[in-house]
Protein backbone atom coordinates (compact mmCIF):
# COMPACT_ATOMS: atom_id res chain seq x y z
CA UNK A 1 0.00 0.00 0.00
CA UNK A 2 1.43 3.75 -0.85
CA UNK A 3 -0.08 6.19 1.74
CA UNK A 4 0.65 10.15 1.01
CA UNK A 5 -0.01 11.75 4.67
CA UNK A 6 -0.41 15.47 4.36
CA UNK A 7 2.11 15.66 1.78
CA UNK A 8 2.82 19.42 0.59
CA UNK A 9 5.74 20.40 -2.14
CA UNK A 10 6.84 23.91 -3.02
CA UNK A 11 9.67 23.98 -5.07
CA UNK A 12 12.71 26.82 -4.52
CA UNK A 13 11.53 30.13 -5.89
CA UNK A 14 7.87 29.51 -6.00
CA UNK A 15 5.30 30.99 -4.14
CA UNK A 16 2.88 28.91 -3.86
CA UNK A 17 2.22 25.11 -3.42
CA UNK A 18 2.74 22.64 -6.25
CA UNK A 19 0.97 20.12 -3.70
CA UNK A 20 -0.70 21.29 -0.78
CA UNK A 21 -1.12 18.91 2.56
CA UNK A 22 -2.23 16.04 0.00
CA UNK A 23 -3.65 12.86 2.06
CA UNK A 24 -3.96 9.78 -0.62
CA UNK A 25 -4.26 5.80 0.13
CA UNK A 26 -3.73 3.53 -2.67
CA UNK A 27 -4.60 0.01 -2.25
CA UNK A 28 -2.41 -2.67 -3.36
CA UNK A 29 -3.20 -4.10 -6.70
CA UNK A 30 -5.19 -1.17 -7.44
CA UNK A 31 -4.79 1.88 -10.37
CA UNK A 32 -5.37 4.58 -9.13
CA UNK A 33 -5.52 8.17 -12.01
CA UNK A 34 -4.43 11.41 -11.02
CA UNK A 35 -6.13 13.96 -13.08
CA UNK A 36 -6.80 17.70 -12.97
CA UNK A 37 -6.11 20.31 -14.96
CA UNK A 38 -2.33 21.26 -16.36
CA UNK A 39 0.10 22.22 -13.53
CA UNK A 40 -2.94 21.41 -10.53
CA UNK A 41 0.57 18.75 -9.61
CA UNK A 42 -0.17 14.97 -10.66
CA UNK A 43 3.30 14.91 -11.45
CA UNK A 44 4.73 16.82 -8.54
CA UNK A 45 2.73 14.03 -6.46
CA UNK A 46 3.76 10.80 -8.57
CA UNK A 47 7.40 11.81 -8.57
CA UNK A 48 7.59 11.88 -4.62
CA UNK A 49 6.34 8.79 -4.71
CA UNK A 50 9.93 7.26 -5.89
CA UNK A 51 11.54 9.94 -4.13
CA UNK A 52 12.40 11.95 -7.71
CA UNK A 53 10.74 15.07 -5.58
CA UNK A 54 11.40 15.69 -2.00
CA UNK A 55 8.08 16.64 -0.07
CA UNK A 56 9.00 19.78 1.58
CA UNK A 57 6.57 18.73 4.78
CA UNK A 58 4.47 15.58 5.34
CA UNK A 59 5.45 11.71 4.38
CA UNK A 60 5.43 8.87 1.80
CA UNK A 61 4.69 5.15 3.18
CA UNK A 62 5.26 2.38 0.93
CA UNK A 63 4.07 -0.77 2.71
CA UNK A 64 4.23 1.15 6.10
CA UNK A 65 7.63 2.08 5.98
CA UNK A 66 8.81 6.33 5.68
CA UNK A 67 10.64 6.40 1.97
CA UNK A 68 12.64 9.06 3.05
CA UNK A 69 14.59 6.40 5.42
CA UNK A 70 15.06 4.28 1.97
CA UNK A 71 17.89 4.98 -0.21
CA UNK A 72 16.35 6.46 -3.40
CA UNK A 73 18.35 4.13 -5.75
CA UNK A 74 17.11 0.96 -4.13
CA UNK A 75 13.84 2.60 -3.83
CA UNK A 76 13.20 3.30 -7.39
CA UNK A 77 14.91 -0.27 -8.82
CA UNK A 78 11.87 -1.21 -7.13
CA UNK A 79 9.33 0.82 -8.57
CA UNK A 80 8.49 1.04 -12.57
CA UNK A 81 8.85 3.98 -14.12
CA UNK A 82 6.84 5.01 -17.48
CA UNK A 83 6.86 8.69 -19.11
CA UNK A 84 5.58 10.24 -22.06
CA UNK A 85 8.70 10.51 -24.00
CA UNK A 86 9.94 7.14 -23.03
CA UNK A 87 13.46 8.37 -22.55
CA UNK A 88 14.48 4.87 -23.89
CA UNK A 89 17.93 5.11 -24.52
CA UNK A 90 19.04 5.77 -28.21
CA UNK A 91 22.04 4.37 -27.92
CA UNK A 92 21.50 0.86 -26.47
CA UNK A 93 19.79 -1.85 -28.28
CA UNK A 94 15.94 -2.87 -26.84
CA UNK A 95 17.75 -5.76 -25.15
CA UNK A 96 19.56 -3.59 -23.30
CA UNK A 97 17.20 -0.62 -22.54
CA UNK A 98 14.87 -3.79 -21.05
CA UNK A 99 17.63 -4.84 -19.05
CA UNK A 100 18.47 -1.80 -17.58
CA UNK A 101 17.42 -2.46 -13.76
CA UNK A 102 18.42 -6.13 -13.77
CA UNK A 103 21.59 -4.84 -14.82
CA UNK A 104 21.58 -2.00 -11.74
CA UNK A 105 20.52 -5.24 -9.49
CA UNK A 106 23.43 -7.52 -10.74
CA UNK A 107 21.17 -10.36 -12.17
CA UNK A 108 23.34 -13.08 -14.23
CA UNK A 109 23.46 -13.36 -18.10
CA UNK A 110 20.70 -16.26 -18.65
CA UNK A 111 18.07 -14.59 -16.10
CA UNK A 112 17.98 -11.51 -17.89
CA UNK A 113 17.66 -13.41 -21.47
CA UNK A 114 14.87 -15.23 -20.26
CA UNK A 115 13.19 -12.19 -18.93
CA UNK A 116 13.98 -10.01 -21.58
CA UNK A 117 12.38 -12.48 -24.02
CA UNK A 118 9.33 -12.81 -21.63
CA UNK A 119 8.78 -9.24 -21.17
CA UNK A 120 8.65 -8.34 -25.08
CA UNK A 121 6.33 -11.27 -25.53
CA UNK A 122 4.15 -10.11 -22.80
CA UNK A 123 4.24 -6.60 -24.51
CA UNK A 124 3.03 -7.87 -27.45
CA UNK A 125 6.64 -7.40 -29.57
CA UNK A 126 8.62 -10.32 -30.83
CA UNK A 127 11.97 -10.75 -29.39
CA UNK A 128 13.47 -12.58 -32.27
CA UNK A 129 12.74 -9.50 -34.36
CA UNK A 130 13.22 -6.51 -31.73
CA UNK A 131 15.92 -7.99 -29.49
CA UNK A 132 18.76 -6.23 -31.56
CA UNK A 133 16.92 -2.71 -32.79
CA UNK A 134 18.16 0.43 -31.99
CA UNK A 135 14.70 2.54 -30.35
CA UNK A 136 15.05 5.10 -33.65
CA UNK A 137 13.84 1.88 -35.52
CA UNK A 138 10.40 1.33 -33.76
CA UNK A 139 7.34 3.41 -33.80
CA UNK A 140 5.95 5.41 -31.40
CA UNK A 141 3.69 2.99 -30.05
CA UNK A 142 6.31 0.13 -29.90
CA UNK A 143 8.52 2.40 -28.02
CA UNK A 144 5.94 3.23 -25.47
CA UNK A 145 5.61 -0.59 -25.20
CA UNK A 146 9.61 -1.47 -24.76
CA UNK A 147 9.26 1.39 -22.24
CA UNK A 148 6.77 -0.42 -20.38
CA UNK A 149 8.34 -3.73 -20.67
CA UNK A 150 11.53 -1.95 -19.32
CA UNK A 151 9.62 -0.57 -16.50
CA UNK A 152 8.36 -4.25 -15.22
CA UNK A 153 12.05 -5.59 -15.71
CA UNK A 154 12.33 -6.13 -12.14
CA UNK A 155 8.97 -7.13 -11.56
CA UNK A 156 8.35 -3.96 -9.40
CA UNK A 157 5.25 -3.98 -6.90
CA UNK A 158 4.51 -0.32 -7.70
CA UNK A 159 4.25 1.52 -11.64
CA UNK A 160 4.27 4.96 -11.68
CA UNK A 161 3.32 6.24 -15.36
CA UNK A 162 2.91 10.13 -16.14
CA UNK A 163 0.72 10.22 -19.06
CA UNK A 164 2.21 7.32 -20.84
CA UNK A 165 -0.35 7.31 -24.37
CA UNK A 166 0.34 11.31 -24.11
CA UNK A 167 2.30 11.24 -27.70
CA UNK A 168 0.88 8.30 -29.14
CA UNK A 169 -1.75 8.50 -32.03
CA UNK A 170 -5.34 8.05 -30.90
CA UNK A 171 -5.59 4.70 -32.72
CA UNK A 172 -2.67 3.11 -31.08
CA UNK A 173 -3.54 4.97 -27.60
CA UNK A 174 -6.77 3.17 -27.42
CA UNK A 175 -5.20 0.13 -28.09
CA UNK A 176 -2.39 0.40 -25.92
CA UNK A 177 -4.43 1.75 -22.86
CA UNK A 178 -6.39 -2.14 -23.47
CA UNK A 179 -3.82 -4.16 -23.70
CA UNK A 180 -1.31 -2.55 -20.86
CA UNK A 181 -4.87 -2.40 -18.48
CA UNK A 182 -4.83 -6.52 -18.84
CA UNK A 183 -1.13 -6.54 -18.13
CA UNK A 184 -1.25 -4.32 -15.31
CA UNK A 185 -4.27 -6.63 -14.25
CA UNK A 186 -2.43 -9.64 -14.74
CA UNK A 187 0.38 -9.40 -12.51
CA UNK A 188 -1.37 -6.69 -10.07
CA UNK A 189 0.47 -4.13 -9.79
CA UNK A 190 -0.49 -1.02 -7.69
CA UNK A 191 -0.18 1.50 -10.05
CA UNK A 192 -0.15 5.63 -10.17
CA UNK A 193 -0.92 6.97 -13.54
CA UNK A 194 -1.35 10.60 -13.70
CA UNK A 195 -3.28 11.41 -17.38
CA UNK A 196 -5.12 14.57 -18.56
CA UNK A 197 -7.74 12.89 -20.39
CA UNK A 198 -10.78 12.07 -18.36
CA UNK A 199 -11.30 9.09 -21.00
CA UNK A 200 -8.60 7.38 -20.02
CA UNK A 201 -9.01 7.85 -16.01
CA UNK A 202 -12.35 6.48 -16.09
CA UNK A 203 -11.11 2.98 -18.33
CA UNK A 204 -7.84 2.60 -16.96
CA UNK A 205 -8.45 3.43 -12.92
CA UNK A 206 -10.51 1.59 -10.27
CA UNK A 207 -10.03 5.10 -8.59
CA UNK A 208 -9.61 8.68 -9.70
CA UNK A 209 -8.21 10.83 -7.95
CA UNK A 210 -9.29 14.94 -9.04
CA UNK A 211 -6.74 17.43 -8.43
CA UNK A 212 -7.48 20.71 -8.83
CA UNK A 213 -4.02 23.96 -7.53
CA UNK A 214 -2.00 20.92 -5.30
CA UNK A 215 -5.00 20.03 -3.57
CA UNK A 216 -7.28 16.34 -3.83
CA UNK A 217 -11.21 17.80 -4.65
CA UNK A 218 -12.35 13.84 -4.85
CA UNK A 219 -11.06 10.06 -4.69
CA UNK A 220 -13.19 7.63 -5.29
CA UNK A 221 -14.18 5.12 -8.33
CA UNK A 222 -14.92 6.43 -11.44
CA UNK A 223 -18.99 5.12 -11.04
CA UNK A 224 -19.54 7.40 -7.91
CA UNK A 225 -17.42 10.34 -8.91
CA UNK A 226 -19.52 10.42 -12.29
CA UNK A 227 -22.99 9.62 -10.24
CA UNK A 228 -22.21 12.50 -7.17
CA UNK A 229 -19.41 15.01 -8.14
CA UNK A 230 -18.05 16.29 -4.84
CA UNK A 231 -18.01 19.97 -6.49
CA UNK A 232 -18.70 22.23 -9.09
CA UNK A 233 -15.23 22.09 -10.30
CA UNK A 234 -15.85 18.72 -10.28
CA UNK A 235 -18.76 18.44 -12.24
CA UNK A 236 -17.90 20.93 -14.90
CA UNK A 237 -14.32 19.04 -15.00
CA UNK A 238 -16.24 15.94 -15.68
CA UNK A 239 -18.46 17.55 -18.85
CA UNK A 240 -21.76 17.74 -19.32
CA UNK A 241 -21.63 13.89 -21.05
CA UNK A 242 -20.88 12.69 -17.29
CA UNK A 243 -24.30 10.62 -16.97
CA UNK A 244 -23.78 8.84 -20.48
CA UNK A 245 -19.92 8.42 -19.90
CA UNK A 246 -21.21 6.67 -16.50
CA UNK A 247 -23.42 4.09 -18.44
CA UNK A 248 -20.65 2.63 -20.61
CA UNK A 249 -19.44 1.39 -17.07
CA UNK A 250 -22.31 -0.10 -15.98
CA UNK A 251 -23.03 -4.03 -17.46
CA UNK A 252 -26.55 -4.97 -19.00
CA UNK A 253 -26.64 -7.65 -16.41
CA UNK A 254 -26.68 -5.68 -13.19
CA UNK A 255 -29.71 -3.15 -14.20
CA UNK A 256 -31.77 -6.21 -16.21
CA UNK A 257 -35.35 -8.03 -15.02
CA UNK A 258 -36.35 -11.26 -16.01
CA UNK A 259 -36.74 -11.72 -19.35
CA UNK A 260 -40.40 -10.82 -20.67
CA UNK A 261 -42.69 -12.85 -22.82
CA UNK A 262 -42.94 -11.78 -26.02
CA UNK A 263 -39.53 -11.04 -27.19
CA UNK A 264 -39.10 -8.77 -30.30
CA UNK A 265 -36.44 -6.16 -31.55
CA UNK A 266 -33.20 -6.08 -31.31
CA UNK A 267 -31.18 -7.61 -28.37
CA UNK A 268 -27.89 -6.71 -26.26
CA UNK A 269 -25.59 -9.33 -24.59
CA UNK A 270 -25.38 -9.27 -20.69
CA UNK A 271 -21.70 -8.02 -20.73
CA UNK A 272 -22.59 -5.22 -22.79
CA UNK A 273 -22.51 -1.51 -21.33
CA UNK A 274 -25.59 0.12 -20.71
CA UNK A 275 -24.70 3.29 -22.86
CA UNK A 276 -24.75 0.19 -25.81
CA UNK A 277 -28.48 -0.33 -24.25
CA UNK A 278 -29.18 3.07 -24.73
CA UNK A 279 -27.64 2.98 -28.17
CA UNK A 280 -29.71 0.65 -29.40
CA UNK A 281 -33.15 1.64 -28.17
CA UNK A 282 -32.72 4.73 -29.18
CA UNK A 283 -31.37 3.79 -32.84
CA UNK A 284 -34.79 1.42 -33.12
CA UNK A 285 -37.11 3.79 -30.77
CA UNK A 286 -37.99 0.62 -28.80
CA UNK A 287 -39.44 0.29 -25.18
CA UNK A 288 -36.67 -2.08 -24.25
CA UNK A 289 -34.02 -4.55 -25.26
CA UNK A 290 -34.26 -8.35 -24.72
CA UNK A 291 -30.84 -9.40 -23.37
CA UNK A 292 -29.43 -12.81 -24.73
CA UNK A 293 -26.07 -14.38 -24.32
CA UNK A 294 -23.46 -15.68 -27.41
CA UNK A 295 -25.30 -18.83 -27.23
CA UNK A 296 -28.55 -17.37 -28.01
CA UNK A 297 -30.32 -17.90 -24.39
CA UNK A 298 -32.78 -15.28 -23.59
CA UNK A 299 -32.06 -13.81 -20.10
CA UNK A 300 -33.27 -10.98 -19.39
CA UNK A 301 -35.15 -7.91 -20.44
CA UNK A 302 -33.74 -3.78 -19.97
CA UNK A 303 -36.63 -1.28 -20.36
CA UNK A 304 -35.88 2.06 -21.20
CA UNK A 305 -37.19 2.85 -17.68
CA UNK A 306 -34.52 1.12 -16.02
CA UNK A 307 -32.16 2.02 -18.10
CA UNK A 308 -32.87 5.43 -16.97
CA UNK A 309 -33.10 4.49 -13.38
CA UNK A 310 -29.48 3.24 -13.43
CA UNK A 311 -28.38 6.61 -12.87
CA UNK A 312 -29.45 7.24 -9.55
CA UNK A 313 -29.62 3.55 -8.57
CA UNK A 314 -26.37 1.46 -8.38
CA UNK A 315 -23.41 3.90 -6.65
CA UNK B 1 58.93 21.81 -59.87
CA UNK B 2 59.01 22.72 -56.14
CA UNK B 3 57.44 20.07 -55.11
CA UNK B 4 60.00 17.75 -56.70
CA UNK B 5 62.75 19.43 -55.08
CA UNK B 6 61.09 19.09 -51.95
CA UNK B 7 60.81 15.82 -52.04
CA UNK B 8 63.90 15.36 -52.60
CA UNK B 9 65.41 17.08 -50.17
CA UNK B 10 63.56 15.02 -47.65
CA UNK B 11 65.09 11.90 -49.34
CA UNK B 12 68.71 13.16 -48.93
CA UNK B 13 67.71 14.68 -44.80
CA UNK B 14 65.76 11.74 -43.52
CA UNK B 15 66.81 11.94 -40.09
CA UNK B 16 66.27 15.92 -39.82
CA UNK B 17 62.55 15.76 -41.76
CA UNK B 18 61.45 12.84 -39.50
CA UNK B 19 62.65 14.11 -36.73
CA UNK B 20 60.97 17.24 -37.32
CA UNK B 21 57.83 15.66 -38.25
CA UNK B 22 57.78 13.49 -35.41
CA UNK B 23 58.20 16.37 -32.98
CA UNK B 24 55.71 18.08 -34.91
CA UNK B 25 52.94 14.98 -34.29
CA UNK B 26 54.59 14.66 -31.03
CA UNK B 27 53.71 18.62 -30.09
CA UNK B 28 50.05 17.67 -31.54
CA UNK B 29 49.01 14.81 -29.51
CA UNK B 30 50.83 16.07 -26.20
CA UNK B 31 48.55 18.89 -26.20
CA UNK B 32 45.58 17.13 -27.43
CA UNK B 33 45.77 14.64 -24.95
CA UNK B 34 46.47 16.93 -22.05
CA UNK B 35 43.79 19.32 -23.44
CA UNK B 36 41.59 16.51 -23.57
CA UNK B 37 42.40 15.29 -19.67
CA UNK B 38 41.12 19.60 -19.03
CA UNK B 39 38.15 19.88 -20.87
CA UNK B 40 36.39 16.83 -20.82
CA UNK B 41 36.07 16.04 -17.01
CA UNK B 42 35.73 20.38 -16.95
CA UNK B 43 32.97 19.95 -19.46
CA UNK B 44 31.12 17.08 -17.41
CA UNK B 45 30.98 19.19 -14.37
CA UNK B 46 29.84 22.42 -16.08
CA UNK B 47 27.17 21.15 -17.78
CA UNK B 48 25.64 20.17 -14.68
CA UNK B 49 24.38 23.40 -13.99
CA UNK B 50 22.91 25.78 -17.18
CA UNK B 51 24.16 28.90 -15.81
CA UNK B 52 27.85 27.40 -15.62
CA UNK B 53 26.69 25.92 -18.93
CA UNK B 54 26.18 29.55 -20.32
CA UNK B 55 29.71 31.02 -18.83
CA UNK B 56 31.79 28.20 -20.28
CA UNK B 57 29.90 28.05 -23.66
CA UNK B 58 30.78 32.13 -23.93
CA UNK B 59 34.25 32.13 -22.26
CA UNK B 60 35.31 29.24 -25.05
CA UNK B 61 33.76 31.11 -27.84
CA UNK B 62 35.44 34.10 -26.97
CA UNK B 63 39.45 32.37 -26.67
CA UNK B 64 38.37 30.65 -29.82
CA UNK B 65 38.72 33.89 -31.93
CA UNK B 66 41.84 34.88 -30.37
CA UNK B 67 44.42 34.62 -33.61
CA UNK B 68 46.85 31.35 -32.42
CA UNK B 69 50.19 33.56 -33.02
CA UNK B 70 49.04 35.73 -30.24
CA UNK B 71 48.53 32.68 -27.85
CA UNK B 72 52.09 31.63 -28.96
CA UNK B 73 53.40 34.82 -28.37
CA UNK B 74 51.34 35.52 -24.97
CA UNK B 75 53.25 33.01 -23.11
CA UNK B 76 56.75 33.63 -24.10
CA UNK B 77 56.96 36.70 -21.47
CA UNK B 78 55.74 33.88 -18.89
CA UNK B 79 57.67 30.46 -19.97
CA UNK B 80 60.11 31.69 -21.77
CA UNK B 81 60.91 29.98 -25.37
CA UNK B 82 61.31 25.93 -26.03
CA UNK B 83 58.74 23.39 -25.63
CA UNK B 84 57.00 24.06 -22.62
CA UNK B 85 55.50 27.18 -23.71
CA UNK B 86 54.83 25.84 -27.05
CA UNK B 87 52.95 22.92 -25.61
CA UNK B 88 50.82 25.50 -23.16
CA UNK B 89 49.61 27.72 -25.66
CA UNK B 90 48.83 24.68 -27.85
CA UNK B 91 46.55 23.32 -24.71
CA UNK B 92 45.01 27.12 -24.79
CA UNK B 93 44.23 26.62 -28.24
CA UNK B 94 42.61 23.58 -28.03
CA UNK B 95 40.77 23.43 -24.93
CA UNK B 96 37.66 25.86 -26.07
CA UNK B 97 36.59 23.87 -28.86
CA UNK B 98 37.10 20.81 -26.67
CA UNK B 99 34.96 22.77 -23.90
CA UNK B 100 32.36 23.98 -25.90
CA UNK B 101 31.70 20.80 -27.70
CA UNK B 102 31.81 18.75 -24.26
CA UNK B 103 29.53 20.99 -22.50
CA UNK B 104 27.10 21.50 -25.70
CA UNK B 105 27.37 17.43 -26.25
CA UNK B 106 25.87 16.93 -22.94
CA UNK B 107 22.97 19.41 -22.92
CA UNK B 108 21.37 18.84 -25.88
CA UNK B 109 20.84 15.26 -24.07
CA UNK B 110 17.00 14.75 -24.17
CA UNK B 111 16.17 15.28 -20.10
CA UNK B 112 13.92 12.64 -20.40
CA UNK B 113 16.33 10.48 -21.19
CA UNK B 114 18.31 11.08 -17.58
CA UNK B 115 14.55 11.45 -15.85
CA UNK B 116 14.08 7.77 -16.89
CA UNK B 117 18.13 7.04 -15.65
CA UNK B 118 16.96 8.43 -12.72
CA UNK B 119 13.61 7.08 -11.93
CA UNK B 120 14.88 3.43 -12.87
CA UNK B 121 17.65 4.10 -9.66
CA UNK B 122 20.93 4.32 -11.64
CA UNK B 123 23.53 6.63 -9.97
CA UNK B 124 25.12 9.48 -11.15
CA UNK B 125 28.17 7.32 -12.06
CA UNK B 126 26.07 4.64 -13.89
CA UNK B 127 24.32 7.79 -15.89
CA UNK B 128 27.89 9.57 -16.22
CA UNK B 129 29.66 6.48 -17.82
CA UNK B 130 26.44 4.54 -19.41
CA UNK B 131 24.27 7.60 -20.82
CA UNK B 132 25.85 10.72 -21.15
CA UNK B 133 29.15 10.22 -22.32
CA UNK B 134 28.25 7.73 -24.95
CA UNK B 135 25.42 10.14 -26.46
CA UNK B 136 27.88 12.89 -26.08
CA UNK B 137 30.72 11.07 -27.99
CA UNK B 138 29.87 12.21 -30.97
CA UNK B 139 29.86 16.18 -30.20
CA UNK B 140 33.06 15.51 -28.13
CA UNK B 141 34.77 13.99 -31.31
CA UNK B 142 33.77 17.32 -33.34
CA UNK B 143 35.22 19.13 -30.78
CA UNK B 144 38.71 16.90 -30.83
CA UNK B 145 38.67 17.30 -34.69
CA UNK B 146 38.12 21.32 -34.91
CA UNK B 147 41.15 21.08 -31.94
CA UNK B 148 43.17 18.78 -34.06
CA UNK B 149 43.22 21.03 -36.61
CA UNK B 150 43.49 24.20 -34.44
CA UNK B 151 46.53 22.33 -33.14
CA UNK B 152 48.25 20.99 -36.32
CA UNK B 153 48.29 24.04 -37.61
CA UNK B 154 49.11 26.15 -34.61
CA UNK B 155 52.18 23.80 -34.23
CA UNK B 156 53.88 25.12 -37.04
CA UNK B 157 54.00 28.42 -35.60
CA UNK B 158 55.75 27.36 -32.50
CA UNK B 159 58.94 27.15 -34.12
CA UNK B 160 58.75 30.88 -33.33
CA UNK B 161 58.90 30.35 -29.84
CA UNK B 162 61.64 27.93 -30.15
CA UNK B 163 59.12 25.00 -30.28
CA UNK B 164 60.55 22.93 -33.05
CA UNK B 165 58.72 21.13 -35.42
CA UNK B 166 57.63 21.37 -39.45
CA UNK B 167 57.53 25.04 -38.88
CA UNK B 168 61.12 25.23 -38.74
CA UNK B 169 61.25 24.16 -42.49
CA UNK B 170 58.82 27.18 -43.19
CA UNK B 171 60.56 30.00 -41.13
CA UNK B 172 64.26 28.41 -42.79
CA UNK B 173 62.49 28.73 -45.93
CA UNK B 174 61.22 32.29 -45.49
CA UNK B 175 64.68 33.52 -43.96
CA UNK B 176 66.64 32.00 -47.13
CA UNK B 177 64.36 32.26 -49.46
CA UNK B 178 64.16 28.66 -50.29
CA UNK B 179 60.80 27.97 -51.69
CA UNK B 180 61.54 24.22 -51.85
CA UNK B 181 62.30 23.91 -48.69
CA UNK B 182 59.40 26.17 -47.34
CA UNK B 183 57.29 23.43 -48.81
CA UNK B 184 58.73 20.66 -47.02
CA UNK B 185 57.30 21.83 -43.99
CA UNK B 186 54.22 23.39 -45.10
CA UNK B 187 52.77 20.07 -47.03
CA UNK B 188 52.85 17.78 -44.18
CA UNK B 189 51.45 19.92 -41.94
CA UNK B 190 48.38 20.76 -44.46
CA UNK B 191 48.19 16.93 -45.12
CA UNK B 192 48.24 16.19 -41.14
CA UNK B 193 45.12 18.57 -41.04
CA UNK B 194 43.41 17.29 -44.28
CA UNK B 195 43.92 13.70 -42.38
CA UNK B 196 42.62 14.50 -38.85
CA UNK B 197 39.89 16.40 -40.42
CA UNK B 198 38.75 13.43 -42.63
CA UNK B 199 39.41 11.00 -40.29
CA UNK B 200 37.79 12.04 -37.32
CA UNK B 201 34.69 13.43 -39.45
CA UNK B 202 34.18 9.74 -40.26
CA UNK B 203 34.38 8.74 -37.04
CA UNK B 204 32.14 11.60 -36.23
CA UNK B 205 29.72 10.12 -38.55
CA UNK B 206 30.13 6.90 -37.85
CA UNK B 207 29.36 6.95 -34.46
CA UNK B 208 26.58 9.67 -34.80
CA UNK B 209 25.20 6.79 -37.71
CA UNK B 210 25.60 4.14 -34.68
CA UNK B 211 22.31 4.98 -32.66
N1 LIG C 1 11.01 21.44 -11.17
C1 LIG C 1 10.13 22.42 -10.89
N2 LIG C 1 10.56 23.62 -10.42
C2 LIG C 1 9.67 24.60 -10.13
N3 LIG C 1 8.35 24.50 -10.27
C3 LIG C 1 7.86 23.33 -10.74
C4 LIG C 1 8.72 22.24 -11.07
N4 LIG C 1 7.96 21.21 -11.51
C5 LIG C 1 6.68 21.64 -11.45
N5 LIG C 1 6.61 22.92 -10.99
C6 LIG C 1 5.38 23.70 -10.76
O1 LIG C 1 4.58 22.97 -9.85
C7 LIG C 1 3.23 22.98 -10.25
C8 LIG C 1 2.72 21.57 -10.45
O2 LIG C 1 3.40 21.00 -11.54
P1 LIG C 1 3.17 19.50 -12.02
O3 LIG C 1 3.22 18.59 -10.86
O4 LIG C 1 4.12 19.23 -13.12
O5 LIG C 1 1.67 19.58 -12.59
P2 LIG C 1 0.87 18.61 -13.56
O6 LIG C 1 1.64 17.35 -13.72
O7 LIG C 1 -0.45 18.40 -12.88
O8 LIG C 1 0.68 19.35 -14.85
C9 LIG C 1 3.16 23.83 -11.50
O9 LIG C 1 2.78 25.12 -11.13
C10 LIG C 1 4.57 23.81 -12.03
O10 LIG C 1 4.84 25.00 -12.71
MG1 LIG D 1 2.47 16.52 -15.54
Known amino acids: ?315 | MIVVEAFNWILAHQTEFFSAFNRHLALCLISLAIASAIALPLGFWVARSQKASFVAINIAGSLRSIPSLAILAGTMPFLGIGLLPSVVALVVLAVPPLLLNTVVGIREIEPSIIDAADGMGMGRREILWQVELPLAVPSIIAGIRTGAIQVIGGAALASFIGGGGLGDFINAGIAIMNMPRLVVGALPIALLAIFAEVFFGWLQRWLTQRR
Open chain 1, 1 to 315: MIKLEHVTKNYEGSGRHAVDGLDLDIENGTTVALIGPSGCGKTTTMRMINRLEQPSAGRVLVNGEDISGIDPRDLRRRIGYVIQQVGLFPHMTIERNVATVPRLLGWDKARTGRRIDELLDLVGLDPAVMRKRLPHELSGGQRQRVGFARALAADPEIMLMDEPFGAIDPITRVKLQDEFRLILKKVSKTVVMVTHDLDEAIKMGDRIAIMRDGRLLQYDTPQAILAKPADDFVRSFLGKDRAIKRLSLIEVESMMSPARENPKGATVYPGDSLHIALSTIIADDLEGVDVVTVDGHRVGYLSRDALFAAHTAAG
